[in-house]
């Protein structure tokens, strides 16, 4: 049996990559902090991302990171909200350590799990 410390989130960051975690084992209802599911502030972000096509990362964290050096107005929540969503539908791939985007594809948000998982969350309101 493996024994772990969790963190406990001090700061926005780590908020947000717990809000990833989230998002990841299905916890959605569990945020407290308002994401967006407006389409437009998903492009807004998609085109910060393709500013950093082919950038050499280390994870999610370290691309934000990157992305919030050029634009301090990104949230990190709804940053990896809209990265997962994007990772999901194969739009975004960080897998190689490096930034890449499928441009080919034409992605519809309500394909997504993690998007229509918040979405229900929204509508049970």
Do not use: C, W
């Not at 410390?5 to 809000?19: G, K």
């Not at 370290?62 to 929540?77: E, F, H, K, M, S």
Request: glycine fraction near 4%; avoid cysteine; aromatic fraction near 8%.
């Amino acid at each position: 049996m493996a024994k772990a410390i969790i963190p406990q989130p001090n700061d926005q960051r780590s908020e947000a990559l717990t809000l990833q975690f989230a998002l990841q084992t299905g916890e959605v209802r569990q945020i407290k902090h308002k994401l967006s599911l407006d389409r437009n502030l998903f492009i807004d972000y998609y085109r910060e991302l393709q500013k950093f096509i082919g950038t050499k990362i280390n994870g999610v964290y370290n691309l934000y990171t990157r992305v919030a050096t050029v634009n301090p107005g990104i949230d990190p929540y709804q940053f990896i909200f809209v990265t997962a969503v994007l990772r999901e539908l194969n739009v975004l791939n960080l897998d190689a350590g490096t930034v890449r985007i499928n441009q080919q594809i034409k992605a519809n948000l309500e394909k997504s799990k993690i998007y229509n998982s918040l979405k229900g969350a929204e509508n049970a309101k």
